[in-house]
């Protein structure tokens, strides 16, 4: 599944790409992907321009000049072809139609936008733009990792009130937008927390200190997403989910990484999930 830092930099890809420029003309070419389109798509699409391109969550938003926004999730197998595009990252013309290609952005600049989404996880909606956060997918979503929001207090109290492993608590997207499994098991490591300990047992002082560690391991992520942006190792033009080098996820039985330790990583299942952890310095 795509986390925070994998849509932020599709977001980043495509926000030259988008912001302030007019869709001459959407194509929806089915009629739905996990769930059905809203009614008359494309015609409320077509001939509007893309205010702004921000992001809740794994969502993008697109802010149209009509009032409404652009809801889109890329699902687990997403990808937007960009092609035409004089900007120096893409001199691509435009590829042949693929089979999967849901959803076409013609631009008035004569770029290409292209939604293809194989498994079809993926999502859009158009909503009021000013009542975006109503939206049944984003309103029992908690605060956005960056955001003041979300400080050390408000993540110590939100822990103290969950009986469940830290591992499972930080995975609620009611507590923190954003966060899967990867980059969870990432900050208990860089933590030094198990994932196995239940969240109410973590002094405020520890559960605080994830504030940080949870901010640094997302950005470090976004930095080498923009990194293979720069230099379109993705792609063909498309952006796209990127890999980088992770410090415990799916390194099972491999040596920690963290100075001076011995410990080997193990992975353990918790709620159908797996955990990668080193039991020797995560406590
Ligand atoms: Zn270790």
């Given at each position: 599944m795509p986390e925070l830092p994998e849509v932020e930099t599709v977001r980043r890809g495509l926000a030259p790409v988008m912001e302030g420029a007019v869709i001459a003309r959407a194509t929806v070419n089915?009629?739905?992907?996990r769930w059905p389109f809203p009614p008359g798509m494309a015609d409320r699409l077509s001939g509007r321009r893309v205010v702004r391109l921000g992001r809740r969550s794994k969502y993008l938003l697109a802010d149209l000049d009509s009032g409404e926004t652009l809801i889109v999730h890329l699902g687990m197998s997403g990808r937007v072809p960009v092609s035409g595009v004089p900007l120096g990252q893409f001199h691509h013309d435009h590829p042949a139609p693929e089979k999967h290609d849901h959803v076409v952005f013609d631009m008035a600049d004569g770029a290409r936008i292209t939604f293809n989404d194989p498994r079809r996880f993926g999502a859009m909606d158009l909503w009021p733009s000013d009542r975006i956060e109503q939206h049944w997918l984003i309103e029992k979503i908690g605060p956005e990792p960056f955001s003041n929001l979300f400080n050390e207090a408000y993540l110590a109290a939100a822990l103290k009130t969950r009986k469940t492993p830290i591992k499972t608590a930080l995975l609620e997207q009611r507590i923190v937008a954003g966060l899967g499994n990867i980059y969870v098991c990432e900050t208990l490591h860089r933590a030094g927390i198990s994932p196995r300990r239940l969240a109410c047992n973590l002094s405020p002082r520890r559960a605080g200190a994830l504030v940080p560690i949870i901010r640094d391991v997302l950005s470090e992520a976004i930095e080498a997403g923009g990194s293979s942006l720069r230099d379109h190792r993705q792609t063909d033009g498309a952006l796209g989910y990127f890999q980088h080098r992770f410090r415990v996820y799916d390194r099972e039985t491999e040596p920690c990484v963290t100075p001076d330790c011995r410990g080997t990583i193990t992975r353990i299942v918790q709620s159908g999930r797996s955990s990668f952890y080193c039991a020797q310095c995560q406590r």
């Open positions: 089915r009629p739905d992907l």
